[in-house]
């Protein structure tokens, strides 16, 4: 039988194949990108109650002269103002490297927040900088391939939908809920493969920039 104009057994492998080899390292990609949606309130619970003093910003011109005292480079500094997303200031030596967090009224240094970067990270580039951002980039293309043969096994069947056989035996029932999962979550997933797959190529078009 002919799926999407591959054999079923074919299409079979390839979605058996891509998932228990691939499998573990897409849900930890997966797992740390929904984490990395709440990065900036991450890093705002790893600072812990930091009990913000109430009152007016500190002038630009004080900031500065906190980055001299924490040793910044001021032809390579950025300030980063709070904004409706985080309320701290942070001292920036480098647009990834945002390691100083202060009070906006008082310029009290805050514990660190960095804790969370690291799933942020992990999500991005896997701790190993640009290669790692094109390894993410194929692995997103790895799951548009496990949508497809997914889609391609089930395609027509619209009984697996809502079929969760519950009195066959575990690996029918895995069978089903994976099935269940799949089908019903397939738009995320093919929104997060496309996504994905397209990070890297932004990345290759940054570095012929350069």
Not at 89 to 111: H, I, Q, T, W
């Amino acid at each position: 039988m002919n799926l999407m104009g591959a054999p079923r057994a074919l299409v079979q492998r390839v979605h058996a194949g891509a998932g228990g080899v691939f499998g573990v390292l897409l849900f930890v990609i997966l797992l740390t990108g929904a984490w990395s949606m709440a990065h900036e309130d991450l890093r705002a619970w790893f600072r812990g109650p930091t009990a913000l003093v109430h009152g007016p910003a500190l002038p630009f011109a004080q900031w500065l002269e906190i980055a001299r005292e924490h040793g910044l480079a001021l032809g390579e500094l950025r300030v980063r103002l709070p904004d409706s997303s985080h309320s701290v200031v942070e001292l920036c030596a480098s647009p990834k490297d945002c390691a100083v967090a202060l009070d906006p009224a008082n310029g009290r240094e805050l514990a660190s927040g960095s804790a969370a970067d690291i799933l942020f990270n992990l999500h991005k580039s896997l701790f190993i900088g640009f290669p790692g951002r094109i390894l993410i980039s194929l692995l997103g293309v790895v799951l548009l391939l496990m949508i497809w043969a997914g889609s391609a096994l089930h395609s027509g069947r619209l009984q697996d939908l809502k079929r969760l056989r519950r009195g066959r035996g575990a690996r029918v029932f895995a069978h089903d809920l994976h099935s269940l999962i799949g089908r019903w979550c397939g738009p995320w997933l093919l929104l997060f493969g496309i996504t994905g797959a397209l990070s890297g190529l932004g990345a290759l078009g940054t570095l012929g920039l350069a």
